[in-house]
């Protein structure tokens, strides 16, 4: 019988079926490996863990291999994983200035403590496609030479601190810990600690767009990339019955501090400001947009004038999330049936109506027109 | 006709009970006891990701796993309809993560997951009506701020909302809202009763079950109690009204649900049948005929003169 | 003064500061029901700064506003709750904007526009509402049968009036305008300007006018205040002043006038 459409259930499992076929594609090539993934295509896992909000390399090439690829799906698997996850431990803040550096680059500052270190850069490569990468066994590669010992050094800010010439490091506004949002639902407006873990688990492409925005005008931060700087840092936590913190294990991550002009308000001398990014792993990119979009949402906090869309911390936060954008936008494929259903009555009442010459006479829409 | 399926399916044990860990599910019931006791305010939650995607039902699943029992019965509709996909995806959800009886039959179930309908048969004291809200501030689209849209109700300041009411008489000469029709709970909070018909509307009014809605991606829940006055919003002189059907239900005859279109062929064939299919479903078991089930194949009904 | 009325509104040495900038301060005066008050300055003087802090909108650095309720209480505007502030811009005060679509909502018909504050304050009876919104149309010279036309489709004069039309609907006591008239040809302004006086003489309206226009003042306001950097130099009867200016710059401002 047409009207109960049965076999739903029947379509579903099919359609199951096909997406595993299609994932594994042609079985005469060999399968991809989480091993491969999570060497190979270690900048997509580094930003599935970033905005799945979970540093677990193994479960985000799993996740990719799963998503066949498409990263949005595997966060949302990662996410999905992780939060029911129960909360054993939490640990210190990390410490970015003792980090093991791999990179660390300054646009402030030409040569500083601690040197450039360009590290594994796309920057400076000629975007050309190699196609010797496309031949087998053309990617094996190799240094001339040792890798350099990885450095510690200090951050560029606390260079400028120590001249009073940068803002203190935001604190943590009087609450006992930073807030979560996957515990509290955020609340309008938001302290800067619920702000930045929005922006860490935001879509890369969205706050790039937003970054972006704010260097062509709309919201002028003045930014300079005065620190990015990728390397490894301890991870620790505190146990009872045990002095000083343990060390459980080590994570990389990017961090990006942007060095902002600022002239200066009715409450503050002219200084620099700072915006702050941070992403698991290796993603630059985002951790710059996100530094940026940081340093425009402090726009109210700094009483700078606020009208462009990055300074709209309700825009900017409610729609940051790809997990949920990618939701809603693709719940149009439901059936909306029975809204549908009395949005027709409506149509075919309004112009039976208009038919029924309800609208006669001088009932017109009148022209647009100047008195 | 076919009887109501009812399954009794098997708990996976690798899953928590309703999947949600029991901190989550406490904070879910905090929310919806703080629902309860302020009925139609819109109380925050802390939405957890769940392995369907947002705007697909997560707030109403949360709901469901806070409040459902291993003794509970579950129905969960779509459209109205128990066969609808994501109807299906979710009972199956519910199987798998808790093993509790499912059915398609209004009258067994204890509670009910609902998208943008109301079942037809009134609904008892010892029911729950769960709905899947996807925006649940019923000002939004007046005023897009959250920080503006609280405050608004905090002062009852729901001026708003009847020019938008205003403005659809002036245009239409009636209140041209067909679903998500706004009502004010308790003669208090002015509330999105999520995008059911307004055929619906009545059926919220005085009801003896407990209405609970969930937004996920939003964060909210909210609810209406047994026994609480829901007044769907009208100017005294454009009271509110009920949309009619020129058909009935070609399958079991019904002049009184809510009738989905069908298209037939596309030469504008169609036919009319019951949007709540275990409504009607009851209706032919007990006898009821419509005329398009009274003959066989169909035969195809024209369109309303 | 024993006997005499009340002032609706009173300055009490109000000051605004924007950080160390000077926005008005020790601004002080009593407005009384019925009198229209008139601010006169350059761009920069102050005015739109002192107009917006009696308004409540913006918080003064000093000093305070009172206001005299329907209900005969003493208000302070900048401490009163978020309800009552509301309820009083709603029935007892009015803000026209100099440009329209500032107070209009641009996206609904002007007989919702209208009939906004009537809903805001619980009238629910749809045939009343529209009888009232064309009685008004009709007093700001809009013909009626633009009722159901959007802002958008009326000239500049016909959405300055509309937005006239849509602050008094609740019969309020105090209206506050900013450059009523600004942005607007020669001819729409006297039609506006004469249209605005008879209101206000009809209605017993209190009003405060901010305006560069001296002929703005000139016919509508009964009293001065003249600013410059912030303050009061001079202030008096309007044709007092705009006759016999005292103060070097009032001077200034009157023979400029009369110059152009």
């Not at chain 1, 001249?163 to 938001?190: H, N």
């Not at chain 2, 066969?83 to 009972?91: K, L, M, Q, V």
């Not at chain 2, 909210?222 to 949309?243: G, H």
């Not at chain 3, 040809?185 to 305006?211: F, M």
């Amino acid at each position: 019988m047409y009207v109960a459409v049965k076999g739903g259930e029947a379509a579903i499992e099919n359609a199951h079926k096909l997406l595993a076929e299609e994932r594994r594609g042609d079985t005469n090539v060999p399968e991809l490996s989480l091993e491969q993934i999570k060497q190979q295509m270690s900048l997509a896992v580094d930003r599935v863990m970033t905005e799945g909000s979970l540093h677990d390399p193994d479960l985000a090439a799993l996740a990719i291999k799963q998503a066949r690829g498409d990263l949005v799906e595997a966060i949302f698997l990662l996410r999905a994983y992780r939060t029911t996850l129960p909360r054993l431990w939490e640990t210190k803040p990390i410490d970015t200035g003792a980090m093991n550096i791999r990179r660390r680059i300054s646009a402030t500052y030409k040569d500083l403590p601690g040197g450039q270190v360009l590290g594994p850069t796309f920057d400076y490569t000629h975007r050309l496609l190699d196609f010797a990468l496309a031949a087998e066994g053309g990617g094996d590669a190799s240094l001339d030479a040792d890798p350099a010992e990885p450095v510690v050094a200090p951050r560029v800010t606390e260079l400028l601190a120590g001249e009073d010439l940068i803002e203190e490091a935001g604190a943590v506004p009087d609450k006992d810990a930073p807030g979560d949002l996957t515990r509290e639902p955020m609340e309008f407006p938001a302290d800067r600690d619920l702000r930045l873990q929005a922006l860490a688990r935001g879509d890369e492409g969205f706050l790039l767009a937003l970054g972006y925005s704010t260097q062509r005008g709309y919201g002028r931060t003045h930014p300079f990339a005065g620190e990015i700087r990728m390397g490894a840092v301890e991870i620790e936590i505190d146990i009872d019955g045990i002095d000083g913190p343990v060390t459980i294990g080590e994570i990389t991550v990017t961090e990006c501090e942007m060095v902002n002009q600022f002239m200066g308000s009715k409450t503050e001398p002219p200084k620099f400001t700072r915006g702050y990014g941070l992403t698991f792993g290796f993603c630059e990119r985002k951790a710059m947009a996100m530094a940026l979009v940081d340093r425009a949402l402090r726009g109210r906090d700094l009483g700078e004038e606020v009208d462009a869309p990055c300074h709209d911390e309700e825009f900017v936060l409610a729609h940051a999330d790809n997990v949920e954008a990618s939701g809603f936008v693709q719940h149009l494929k439901l059936p909306h049936y029975v809204d549908f259903q009395s949005e027709l009555e409506l149509v075919r009442k309004m112009r039976r109506e208009i038919e029924q010459g309800r609208w006669s006479d001088g009932e017109e829409a009148h022209d647009v027109a100047a008195e | 006709m076919s009887q109501p399926s009812e399954t009794q399916g098997a708990w996976d044990p690798s899953y928590n009970f309703a999947f949600l860990d029991e901190q989550t599910k406490r904070m879910i019931r905090r929310a919806i006891l703080k629902a309860v006791a302020i009925p139609g305010y819109q109380a925050p939650f802390a939405s957890r990701e769940m392995p369907m995607p947002y705007g697909w039902g997560t707030g109403g699943i949360q709901v469901t796993a806070g409040v459902i029992g291993p003794d509970d019965v579950l129905k969960v509709i779509d459209q109205g309809s128990d066969d609808t996909t994501n109807a299906i995806s979710i009972r199956k959800f519910f199987v798998r993560t808790t093993g509790v009886r499912t059915t398609e039959s209004t009258g067994d179930a204890s509670i009910i997951q609902t998208r943008h309908r109301i079942p037809e048969s009134p609904l008892r004291e010892d029911q729950i009506l769960v709905y899947q809200v996807p925006i649940p501030e019923p000002l939004r689209f007046l005023e897009p701020r959250e920080t503006e849209t609280r405050q608004m109700h905090a002062l009852e300041d729901y001026g708003l909302m009847h020019v938008k009411l205003y403005e659809d008489i002036a245009r239409h000469g009636h209140i041209a809202t067909s679903y998500a029709y706004p009502v004010k709970v308790a003669g208090r909070y002015v509330m999105d009763p999520s995008p059911t018909p307004k055929f619906d509307n009545p059926k919220m009014d005085r009801c003896p079950a407990l209405q609970l809605f969930g937004a996920g991606r939003e964060k909210r829940i909210y609810a209406i109690p047994p026994y609480t006055e829901v007044k769907s919003l009208d100017f005294d002189d454009y009271p509110f009204e009920l949309p009619t059907w020129d058909a009935a239900c070609a399958l079991c005859g019904d002049t009184h649900s809510f009738l989905d279109e069908v298209i037939l062929d596309d030469a504008g064939g169609r036919m009319f049948v019951c949007s709540d299919t275990d409504h009607c479903r009851e209706r032919r078991a007990n006898g009821h005929v419509g005329p398009a089930a009274a003959a066989a194949p169909f035969e195809t009904m024209s369109a309303a003169p | 003064m024993i006997g005499a009325a009340q002032p609706i509104l009173q300055a009490d040495d109000v000051a605004h500061y924007y950080g160390r900038h000077r926005g008005c301060e020790h601004v002080s005066f009593d407005l009384f029901p019925g009198e229209v008050m008139g601010v006169v300055g350059e761009s920069g003087s102050g005015k739109s700064t002192l107009l917006s802090t009696l308004y409540g909108r913006l918080t003064p650095t000093a000093g305070r506003v009172t206001c005299r309720t329907r209900t005969d209480e003493s208000v302070d505007i900048h401490t009163i709750s978020e309800p009552e502030r509301r309820l009083l811009m709603r029935v007892d005060w009015a803000f026209v904007h100099q440009n329209p679509r500032d107070g209009l909502r641009m996206n609904v018909s002007a007989g919702a526009n209208v009939g906004e504050r009537l809903m805001a304050v619980g009238e629910r009876h749809y045939g009343d509402i529209r009888s009232k919104a064309i009685d008004w149309l009709e007093r700001v010279e809009v013909d009626a049968e633009r009722i159901d036309d959007l802002p958008a489709t009326y000239s500049g004069g016909m959405q300055q009036r509309l937005q006239i039309a849509r602050n008094l609907v609740t019969g309020p006591r105090l209206i506050f305008m900013d450059e009523p008239t600004g942005g607007l040809d020669v001819s729409v302004q006297a039609r506006l300007l004469d249209l605005l006086r008879g209101l206000v003489t009809d209605l017993g309206l209190s009003a405060i006018v901010v305006t560069h226009d001296l002929a703005v003042v000139r016919l509508l306001a009964h009293r001065l205040l003249v600013m410059r950097k912030g303050r009061v130099v001079e202030s008096g009867l309007t044709d007092q002043v705009l006759d016999d200016p005292q103060h070097p710059y009032s001077q200034l401002l009157v023979s400029s006038i009369l110059r152009t």
